[in-house]
C-alpha cells in the first residue's frame, strides 16, 4: 500500500447502524451502497446511490478514506489518491 492515508485511517465507531444518515434525514431510503468515514464514522451513500452522500461528505471535510459498510466487505478507498486497499 502505497497512500499514506489508507495507512494511517483510523478505525471509528459507525454514527449509525440503520443506513445513510443525510437520507434518513431526508427521510428517503433508497441508497444502494453505504460506507463509513474512516476519520470520524459518518455513514453515507456510495456514488451508485441518487445523492452520493459518501462523496459528499468528503468534498465537505476533507476526510479522506471510506470503508464498505456492507456486510462481509472490508474494503477501503482513498479519494485523495483514488487508491483502494482489499486488504
Same mark, same amino acid.
Given at each position: 500500500?502505497? =497512500? $499514506?492515508?489508507? %495507512? $494511517? %485511517?483510523?478505525?471509528?465507531?459507525?454514527?449509525?447502524?440503520?443506513?445513510?444518515?443525510? =437520507?434518513? $434525514?431526508?427521510? !428517503? !431510503?433508497?441508497?444502494?451502497?453505504? &460506507?463509513?468515514?474512516?476519520?470520524?464514522? &459518518?455513514?453515507? =451513500? =456510495?456514488?451508485?446511490?441518487? /445523492?452520493?452522500? $459518501?462523496?459528499?461528505?468528503?468534498? +465537505?471535510? %476533507?476526510?479522506?478514506?471510506?470503508?464498505?459498510?456492507?456486510?462481509? *466487505?472490508?474494503? /477501503?478507498?482513498?479519494? !485523495?489518491? +483514488? *487508491? !483502494?486497499?482489499?486488504?
Amino acid at each position: 500500500m502505497s =497512500c $499514506a492515508h489508507l %495507512a $494511517a %485511517a483510523g478505525d471509528p465507531q459507525p454514527q449509525s447502524t440503520d443506513g445513510c444518515q443525510d =437520507c434518513l $434525514a431526508l427521510g !428517503l !431510503l433508497d441508497w444502494v451502497h453505504l &460506507r463509513r468515514c474512516l476519520s470520524c464514522g &459518518r455513514i453515507g =451513500c =456510495c456514488d451508485s446511490s441518487p /445523492r452520493r452522500h $459518501a462523496t459528499a461528505h468528503f468534498t +465537505e471535510t %476533507a476526510h479522506p478514506v471510506i470503508q464498505s459498510f456492507q456486510p462481509g *466487505e472490508t474494503w /477501503r478507498w482513498c479519494y !485523495l489518491d +483514488e *487508491e !483502494l486497499d482489499t486488504g
